[in-house]
């Protein structure tokens, strides 16, 4: 039997187990959504306060759409309807309309939508195209962003706990001479290239997926701007080093 002590104790099985309970459908009572649903009377009405009021029992998605309409109190009702159907679609056996209905709102009311939602619920909206998109240039584009913005997440999360702030890079000095995991290379700040090979494709991706191409420049363009992510603290100590090699250089 092996001694080796692994993060999840189950394995796959154990992954997939606990993943597939958040997936519990919601208790619908008989909501439906309509595929030719006119967005403009949406578009033009502004949530009511009142619709954050608990509404259903644990479990239903009458509690669940309230729940959610607390951080959309003020704003359309259209962005509301997109949340909702995000909080669908991220369990098992959604109502047969409401993937439709997603891409669709995309399709015709991404300007409106960015105008919206915040960077959350934009993250929140990409992801969901990973498994409702159309196949291929979408359900792709989806999932590499998926990837992307969820390790994003889990990475500043677990840095906050060293004491720094996000947009404070690292000192030379500090770096721990302990090996790299998964026998993985260490990154080069001299010439490493990793941050644009995963970063570059998404953009040309979305050349491809028209639907989901204004929601995924507008996060990349986001990312770009944000001064507290690994990436603009990369760029932060390729600066560093990359000066103090030139003041070394001319000072031979």
């Given at each position: 039997?092996?001694?080796?002590?692994?993060?999840?104790?189950?394995?796959?099985?154990?992954?997939?187990?606990?993943?597939?309970?958040?997936?519990?459908?919601?208790?619908?009572?008989?909501?439906?959504?309509?595929?030719?649903?006119?967005?403009?009377?949406?578009?033009?009405?502004?949530?009511?306060?009142?619709?954050?009021?608990?509404?259903?029992?644990?479990?239903?998605?009458?509690?669940?759409?309230?729940?959610?309409?607390?951080?959309?109190?003020?704003?359309?009702?259209?962005?509301?309807?997109?949340a909702r159907l995000i909080a669908l679609l991220r369990?098992?056996?959604?109502?047969?309309?409401?993937?439709?209905?997603?891409?669709?709102?995309?399709?015709?009311?991404?300007?409106?939508?960015?105008?919206?939602?915040?960077?959350?619920?934009?993250?929140?909206?990409?992801?969901?195209?990973?498994?409702?998109?159309?196949?291929?240039?979408?359900?792709?584009?989806?999932?590499?962003?998926?990837?992307?913005?969820?390790?994003?997440?889990?990475?500043?999360?677990?840095?906050?706990?060293?004491?720094?702030?996000?947009?404070?890079?690292?000192?030379?000095?500090?770096?721990?001479?302990?090996?790299?995991?998964?026998?993985?290379?260490?990154?080069?700040?001299?010439?490493?290239?990793?941050?644009?090979?995963?970063?570059?494709?998404?953009?040309?991706?979305?050349?491809?997926?028209?639907?989901?191409?204004?929601?995924?420049?507008?996060?990349?363009?986001?990312?770009?701007?944000?001064?507290?992510?690994?990436?603009?603290?990369?760029?932060?100590?390729?600066?560093?080093r990359a000066s103090a090699r030139n003041a070394e250089?001319?000072?031979?």
């Amino acid at each position: 039997m092996s001694s080796q002590t692994l993060t999840y104790a189950g394995g796959a099985e154990e992954i997939i187990a606990r993943w597939m309970k958040r997936r519990t459908p919601f208790h619908m009572d008989d909501e439906s959504f309509d595929l030719t649903q006119d967005f403009a009377p949406l578009r033009a009405s502004l949530l009511p306060e009142s619709a954050a009021e608990p509404q259903g029992e644990r479990g239903t998605f009458a509690l669940k759409s309230s729940m959610i309409a607390r951080e959309f109190s003020g704003l359309s009702e259209l962005a509301f309807l997109n949340a909702r159907l995000i909080a669908l679609l991220r369990r098992d056996e959604p109502p047969a309309g409401a993937a439709p209905l997603f891409r669709r709102l995309w399709a015709e009311e991404s300007p409106h939508l960015l105008t919206q939602l915040d960077l959350r619920w934009q993250v929140s909206s990409a992801m969901t195209f990973a498994d409702h998109g159309t196949i291929g240039s979408e359900q792709a584009l989806g999932a590499s962003l998926k990837v992307l913005f969820g390790l994003i997440k889990l990475y500043e999360f677990e840095r906050l706990f060293t004491g720094l702030a996000p947009e404070e890079p690292h000192r030379f000095g500090k770096r721990s001479p302990a090996p790299m995991p998964l026998a993985m290379d260490q990154y080069s700040l001299n010439n490493g290239g990793l941050d644009l090979a995963l970063l570059a494709p998404l953009y040309l991706q979305a050349e491809q997926a028209p639907v989901l191409k204004p929601l995924a420049l507008s996060l990349l363009d986001a990312l770009n701007a944000e001064d507290g992510t690994i990436f603009r603290r990369l760029a932060i100590m390729k600066q560093r080093r990359a000066s103090a090699r030139n003041a070394e250089a001319k000072s031979r």
